[in-house]
């Protein structure tokens, strides 16, 4: 997810950002204003460059965006479950899963935006093949970061977790007899400065910049062709009703193939946006089956 998503803060606003204008022409020597569909769009960050950016190509498609600014991350998905936007987009998977299990609702994805990655960081050493076995690895001990730190270490080959794991793997899940490393969990804050006691550390995003890194000194990340990594893919979500809307399905494309709109993305990131155009039906395997990871964790 956006690396600013899922920081709740505590109001919610409902402002309509007016960026897109009604397109007008004229045929025939007579004056007709040119039609065009609205879609209201529930974001967090309207005030980020690049949605400027989509809006305006978004409206030179013929379709007018109106974008409602969220800065409370759990009032989207009942805004648009209620009718009160069309689309959303500011979650990945795991997140609408939760939603939608604990509320008994069939949201649904019907586009991917982008990962932006969680980064193994190391001060000792510039590769991961240099971790000598049996070396210590820290990772954030919050349920979300702790499991995807575990799939980061598995896809860089220093662990291997039991079934493969999920979304929800902890600690008791890895099968210390086939890992290189030995792992601990560290409030999430406290990751980055554990770089001297630890071989490396998984570090969220928020405190790279804080501990004097970037983005391009991690050792591994996110691998955006890993299954694994799918669930934590953002999303445009829609009403189950609504996911075959064409105007809708063209928003994605206008997201997604606008180079300016996705170099925004990316720069607005720090860098560290991965931008996707995964196939509709992965999205909707992938939230299928953490909803039902979710149903069985009670």
Known sequence: MKKHSLKKSILASLAIVPLAALLAGCAGGAGSEAETETVRIGVAGASDEY??????AAADEGITVELVDFS?????????????????????????????????????PIGATAIYPLGLYSTKYQDVEDIQDGETVAV??????????????????LIEL??????????????TEASRVKVTELDAALTATSLPDVA??????????????????AIAQDDPSDPNALPYANIFAARAEDK???????????????KAVTDGVIENSGGTAV????????????????????????
């Open 140 to 157: 954030p001990n919050d349920p979300t970061n702790l499991s995807r730190g575990l799939l980061v270490l598995q896809s860089a080959g």
């Open 51 to 56: 949605w400027q950016t989509y809006v305006e």
């Open 244 to 258: 075959d809307n064409e105007t809708y399905k063209k928003l994605v494309e206008i997201y997604q193939n606008t």
């Open 72 to 108: 409370d991350y759990n009032q989207p998905n009942p805004a648009l479950t209620e009718g009160e936007i069309d689309l959303n987009q500011f979650q990945h998977t795991i997140f609408l899963a939760q939603y939608n299990v604990a509320n008994d609702q069939d949201l649904v």
């Open 275 to 298: 931008m996707l155009t995964t196939p509709v039906e992965e999205l909707e395997e992938s939230l299928a089956t953490v909803q039902k990871q979710i149903e069985e964790q009670g």
């Open 200 to 217: 490396a550390a998984i570090v969220n995003n928020d405190y790279i910049k804080d501990a004097g890194l970037e983005a391009a000194d």
């Open 162 to 175: 039991e079934d493969g794991g999920s979304a929800y793997s902890t600690l008791d899940d890895v099968d």
